[in-house]
């Protein structure tokens, strides 16, 4: 049969390339489908301090060595976005459209995007000062006035990174409390060009070619107040990228996946890894252990469907 794999990977983040590395090496002819850039979301972040072993790197740095890595073990790239899937059998199919793959075993390892906050002018500024990626846009962004709204770690993080660009960052929490890791919550208070808005959400996004002001709304007793700022970067969270899986039987209410300790669904032969996972701490080194993990088990599945794998 042509193009039949032992494991189809849909993701080339941490929990993608990592589970590429485990199936390569342990002889499963095994390819790697991304969509995007290989690294995924990290892409799109800049200090990565919280990898163990390495110290100190950024997002792109480590994503191209682990991405390299699984070649190393002959694990196959292809770029290319899922049309369809057929789940069930022994024997599934992923249609990329420009071809077919027949593989015994899936992982989707496909991650989260960044949530749209959805208020009026999001979507219309959206690249002109409206930006969901720091490391991307910070650099326009030299000596101007920014928001960047959100109170959790990508919220804090970012907005730090974006101080060495940005003459003041203001980031607008719509409680009294941020959700950062404390490490995260107090490199930003040290920061003399980080500010804090408590209690406010974004109303709506306002300027002609430009992002210009923010409407922002006390959450507490609802008033309104106008504020200037030259860009509103916005990290309020993450959706899961499984919109290709909505007709399935997998996913939680949130469009999360669910899967037990092992990387299991409940489809036989069918394994989630990563950010796209129902599962509450999603770290690059824990989208790599869930990769690790899912790998090790597609080949006890396989093995015990089959005494040989299809290398
Ligand atoms: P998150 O942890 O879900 O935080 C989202 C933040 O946005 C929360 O503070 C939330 O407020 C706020 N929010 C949600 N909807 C909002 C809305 N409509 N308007 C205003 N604010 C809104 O998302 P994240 O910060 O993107 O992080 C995602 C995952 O990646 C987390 O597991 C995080 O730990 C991880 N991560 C880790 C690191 C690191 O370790 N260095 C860095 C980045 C991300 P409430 O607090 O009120 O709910």
């Known amino acids: 049969m042509t193009n039949l794999y032992d494991l ?6 941490p929990a993608g390339l990592s589970a590429g590395v485990y199936a390569g090496r342990a002889g499963l002819k095994t390819v790697i489908v991304e969509k995007g850039l290989i690294g995924g ?3 799109n972040t800049e200090d990565v301090e919280n990898y163990p ?6 997002g792109p740095e480590l994503s191209e ?5 699984p070649k190393d073990f002959d694990v196959e790239e292809k770029y290319g976005e899922v049309q369809s899937l057929q789940l069930t059998g022994e024997y599934k199919i992923v249609d990329l459209g420009k071809e077919k793959l027949t593989t015994r075993a899936i992982l989707i390892a496909t991650g989260a995007t960044p949530r749209k906050l959805g208020v009026p002018g999001e979507a219309e500024l959206s690249g002109r000062g409206v930006s969901y990626c720091a490391i991307c846009d910070g650099a326009f962004f030299k000596n101007k ?11 804090v993080e970012e907005g730090n990174f974006l101080t060495r660009f940005a003459s003041k960052v203001t980031i607008v929490h719509r409680r009294d409390k941020l959700r950062a890791t404390p490490i995260l919550q107090q490199k930003a208070m040290d920061n003399p060009k980080v500010d804090f808005v408590w209690n406010h959400a974004v109303e709506s996004i306002e300027g002609g070619r430009k992002v210009e002001t923010v409407v922002l709304r006390n959450t507490v007793d609802g008033s309104k107040q106008t504020v200037k700022a030259d860009g509103i970067f916005i990290y309020v969270g993450l959706n899961p990228n499984t919109d290709f899986l909505k007709e399935s039987s997998i996913l939680d209410e949130h469009g999360y996946i669910v899967t037990n300790e092992e990387m299991e669904t409940s489809i036989p032969g069918v ?3 990563g950010d796209v996972r129902q599962k509450k701490l999603r770290q690059i080194i824990t989208a790599a252990s869930d990769g690790a993990i899912a790998a090790m088990n597609i080949y006890e599945y396989i093995e015990n469907k089959s005494s040989i794998t299809v290398k």
């Open 8 to 13: 189809v990977i849909l993701g080339g983040g």
């Open 41 to 43: 979301q990290l892409q």
């Open 53 to 58: 072993g390495i110290r100190k790197t950024t």
């Open 65 to 69: 060595v682990m991405g390299a890595h």
């Open 145 to 155: 006035e920014l928001l960047v709204i959100g109170g959790g770690d990508s919220a």
């Open 271 to 273: 394994f989630a890894a």
